[in-house]
């Protein structure tokens, strides 16, 4: 039954409200953001591992930095679960870059970005891959790129505060300002080649890295906003400590990263509908 209040402004807002709703049910928005947000779950650890043992290799002096770096960077309420899962990881990410436990680890973090594959795949009607070995290796080097974007951020964190403390405290804020402009155009290039690689059409149908670049600025600002908006919802309102007890802080960064996956999708969800939008107005 449809709910209609007879004034137009409230009724647009139902409207749209329920077009929005049976949207995300025919691309199954929130099935997939599920799936993607628990393989990334299972495979934040294996990443984990592997990028500090890269972190250690480029950085080996700074290790300390860059973990309380991460941990300054997350809400209060994620600082203790922050701080035992990086001292837990930190003490398996002595492994050789090269050698075998190294692959098997990248490979089980790669489940992450092929499970936000098959979300993005579906929003765009694409075709599954055919060949398993391709699929796996894509996986593989899509979870390289997010860990080099991962990687850069943590330079930033840990390199931030000394070019900081150099600079006026009148010029601190715009190079926050800078440093968050620049992590969002990165994070929409990085969210644009994933829709490329993982739409599963061919190329030359409207899904190249440029077509995709509407879809992903949405995905990387919602992200960002999104994630700030949380942030101060977790510290000044929510305790959800009376609710979940120790789990707290774990089932906290799971609902978040549930939101963020369907966030990413309803991206890919703006490049489908715009390049229906322009198949429509052509002639």
Same mark, same amino acid.
């Given at each position: 039954?449809?709910? #209609?209040? @007879?004034?137009?402004?409230?009724?647009?807002?139902?409207?749209?409200?329920? /077009?929005?709703?049976?949207?995300?049910?025919?691309?199954?928005?929130?099935?997939?953001?599920?799936?993607?947000?628990?393989?990334?779950?299972?495979?934040?650890?294996?990443?984990?591992?592997? *990028?500090?043992?890269?972190?250690?290799?480029? *950085?080996?002096?700074?290790?300390?930095?860059? @973990?309380?770096?991460?941990?300054?960077?997350?809400?209060?309420?994620?600082?203790?679960?922050?701080?035992?899962?990086?001292?837990?990881?930190?003490? /398996?990410?002595?492994? $050789?870059? *090269?050698?075998?436990?190294?692959?098997?680890?990248?490979?089980?973090?790669? #489940?992450?970005?092929?499970?936000?594959?098959?979300?993005?795949?579906?929003?765009?009607?694409? @075709?599954?891959?055919?060949?398993?070995? /391709?699929?796996?290796?894509? !996986?593989?080097?899509?979870?390289?790129?997010?860990?080099?974007?991962?990687?850069?951020?943590?330079?930033?964190?840990?390199?931030?505060?000394?070019?900081?403390?150099?600079? #006026?405290?009148?010029?601190? !804020?715009?190079? #926050?300002?800078?440093?968050?402009?620049?992590?969002?155009?990165?994070?929409?290039?990085?969210?644009?080649?994933?829709? $490329?690689?993982?739409? !599963?059409?061919?190329?030359?149908?409207?899904?190249?890295?440029?077509?995709?670049? $509407?879809? +992903?600025?949405?995905?990387?600002?919602?992200?960002?906003?999104?994630?700030?908006?949380?942030?101060?919802?977790?510290?000044?309102?929510?305790?959800?400590?009376?609710?979940? !007890?120790?789990?707290?802080?774990?089932?906290?960064?799971?609902?978040?990263?549930?939101?963020?996956?369907?966030?990413?999708?309803?991206?890919?969800?703006?490049?489908?509908?715009? @390049?229906?939008?322009?198949?429509? +107005?052509?002639?």
């Amino acid at each position: 039954m449809r709910i #209609r209040t @007879k004034i137009p402004v409230i009724d647009a807002v139902i409207v749209l409200t329920e /077009k929005i709703g049976s949207w995300l049910e025919r691309y199954r928005i929130r099935v997939y953001a599920a799936q993607a947000s628990f393989f990334m779950t299972i495979s934040a650890f294996p990443f984990l591992i592997v *990028l500090l043992a890269v972190v250690g290799r480029i *950085l080996p002096a700074n290790g300390g930095a860059i @973990k309380d770096g991460i941990i300054s960077a997350v809400p209060e309420s994620f600082a203790p679960l922050a701080g035992t899962v990086l001292d837990e990881v930190s003490e /398996k990410s002595n492994i $050789r870059l *090269l050698s075998v436990s190294a692959v098997t680890l990248l490979w089980s973090a790669s #489940r992450g970005i092929r499970g936000i594959g098959a979300g993005i795949r579906n929003v765009y009607g694409g @075709k599954p891959e055919a060949d398993p070995i /391709k699929y796996v290796l894509r !996986g593989l080097a899509y979870t390289l790129l997010w860990m080099l974007t991962v990687l850069m951020t943590l330079l930033v964190w840990v390199f931030g505060d000394t070019v900081t403390a150099h600079i #006026r405290d009148g010029f601190s !804020g715009v190079l #926050r300002i800078f440093s968050s402009g620049a992590f969002l155009v990165v994070l929409t290039a990085v969210f644009a080649l994933t829709f $490329r690689g993982y739409s !599963g059409v061919r190329t030359g149908a409207g899904t190249g890295f440029f077509s995709g670049l $509407r879809g +992903a600025a949405f995905a990387a600002v919602g992200w960002f906003v999104y994630s700030r908006f949380f942030e101060f919802y977790i510290e000044h309102f929510a305790d959800y400590s009376y609710i979940y !007890g120790s789990l707290a802080s774990v089932i906290i960064v799971m609902l978040w990263l549930y939101s963020c996956m369907e966030i990413l999708l309803i991206g890919a969800g703006v490049n489908t509908i715009s @390049k229906n939008w322009r198949k429509t +107005a052509s002639p």
